[in-house]
């Protein structure tokens, strides 16, 4: 059995992770925690837990997580992460981050957006981000697995077939994104109160998101050049749920037989999360929540596209896909405990 511990299990993602978990025939959770909070029973936080799972839930402890556990997720605040990971690792317990602090190659552009200093620089360069559609070879060996940010892993799941296969005009990529109340986690904040969002839909951000950076750095690495998208998200009055709305213009795209619907099958064939829909279909929010699969549908006309995806952001988003990396990591069935 691969022993695990949940480190942030008080919020959304940590409540995923550890409910995807103890479905794992081939896990036991060994340690959980919460920051800044006193200790309590992880059944008294998570009713729905009761006889399922018997932990008590404190301030973390690095030391005591280290003697307990073979892998931790860290289901953190951004910039929390960073000053824990160094001593797991020296400690050769692996990690999968589910903040930002290490997805980021370039530790300016992560002050820049995140506002703060990073404290670990040294191992932003050995983290695999951790995206298993285009990076399942890579996450099989690696000690630190910078899981990607919701709005990040339905845009690059959307966008990179056609970024891959030169069939988008890089430059004309704009992104209309829509996602879920808890995509801004758990902290208090009037802007989140049931009031404030309700009957509601508004942007935010508009084009200053800091998963812009995440969102360039990897289509840049798929078309080997610099990427520079247009993204604009929005919050639904919804709990969970993401959809993405994205045009381009299209090129090359007679080359490929099928035109882009055939040519997103080819590329993501051997896939078991994603579905491409069939001509005139479209997802919906309603179609993924509660799984870790993207949904994506595809629209074509002239040297014009559009591409609608869909995903859960506490499960494809976050939760399920750090899971499918631990599944990666460990030899174990990939769809285990997500299927």
């Known amino acids: 059995m691969l022993n695990v511990g949940v480190i942030g299990s008080s919020g959304y993602t940590g409540e995923k992770l550890i409910e995807i978990l103890l479905g794992h025939p081939e896990v036991r959770i060994t340690y959980v925690s919460r920051k800044n909070a006193s200790a309590a029973s992880i059944a008294e936080i998570f009713p729905k837990f009761k006889t399922r799972i018997d932990l008590v839930c404190g301030p973390t402890d690095v030391k005591s997580a280290i003697g307990k556990c073979d892998l931790a997720f860290l ?23 589910l903040s930002a602090d290490y997805r980021l190659k370039d530790a300016r552009s992560y002050e820049l957006f995140y506002g703060v200093k990073h404290g670990d620089k040294k191992h932003i360069k050995d983290a695999v981000y951790g995206l298993p559609e285009l990076y399942r070879n890579k996450i099989k060996d690696a000690q630190l697995i910078a899981n990607p940010g919701c709005y990040p892993s339905c845009a690059i799941l959307a966008l990179a077939p056609a970024i891959a296969l030169d069939l988008a005009d890089l430059g004309s990529v704009i992104i209309d994104a829509k996602s879920g109340v808890t995509g801004a986690g758990k902290k208090l904040n009037e802007a989140m109160l049931f009031s404030e969002i309700n009957e509601d839909c508004k942007a935010y951000k508009v084009n200053v998101h800091q998963h812009i950076p995440e969102i360039n750095q990897v289509l840049s690495a798929l078309a080997s050049k610099k990427a520079n998208v247009t993204f604009v998200p929005h919050l639904l009055p919804i709990n969970q749920g993401m959809l993405e709305t994205i045009y381009f213009s299209k090129r090359n795209s007679r080359k490929h037989s099928g035109g882009l619907i055939g040519a997103y099958k080819r590329f993501y064939k051997n896939e078991p999360f994603i579905r491409i829909k069939e001509k005139g279909q479209f997802p919906r929010i309603k179609d993924v929540c509660g799984t870790n699969f993207c949904d994506i549908g595809i629209y074509e006309e002239g040297d014009k596209a559009i591409i609608i995806a869909a995903i859960d952001n506490l499960m494809k988003g976050a939760s399920a896909s750090a899971v499918q990396n631990m599944n990666i990591m460990y030899g174990f069935s990939e769809t285990e405990a997500l299927l």
Do not use: Q
């Open 75 to 97: 289901a953190l605040p951004h910039t929390a992460s960073m000053e824990i990971v160094p001593e797991l690792l020296k400690a050769k317990i692996r990690v999968i981050d």
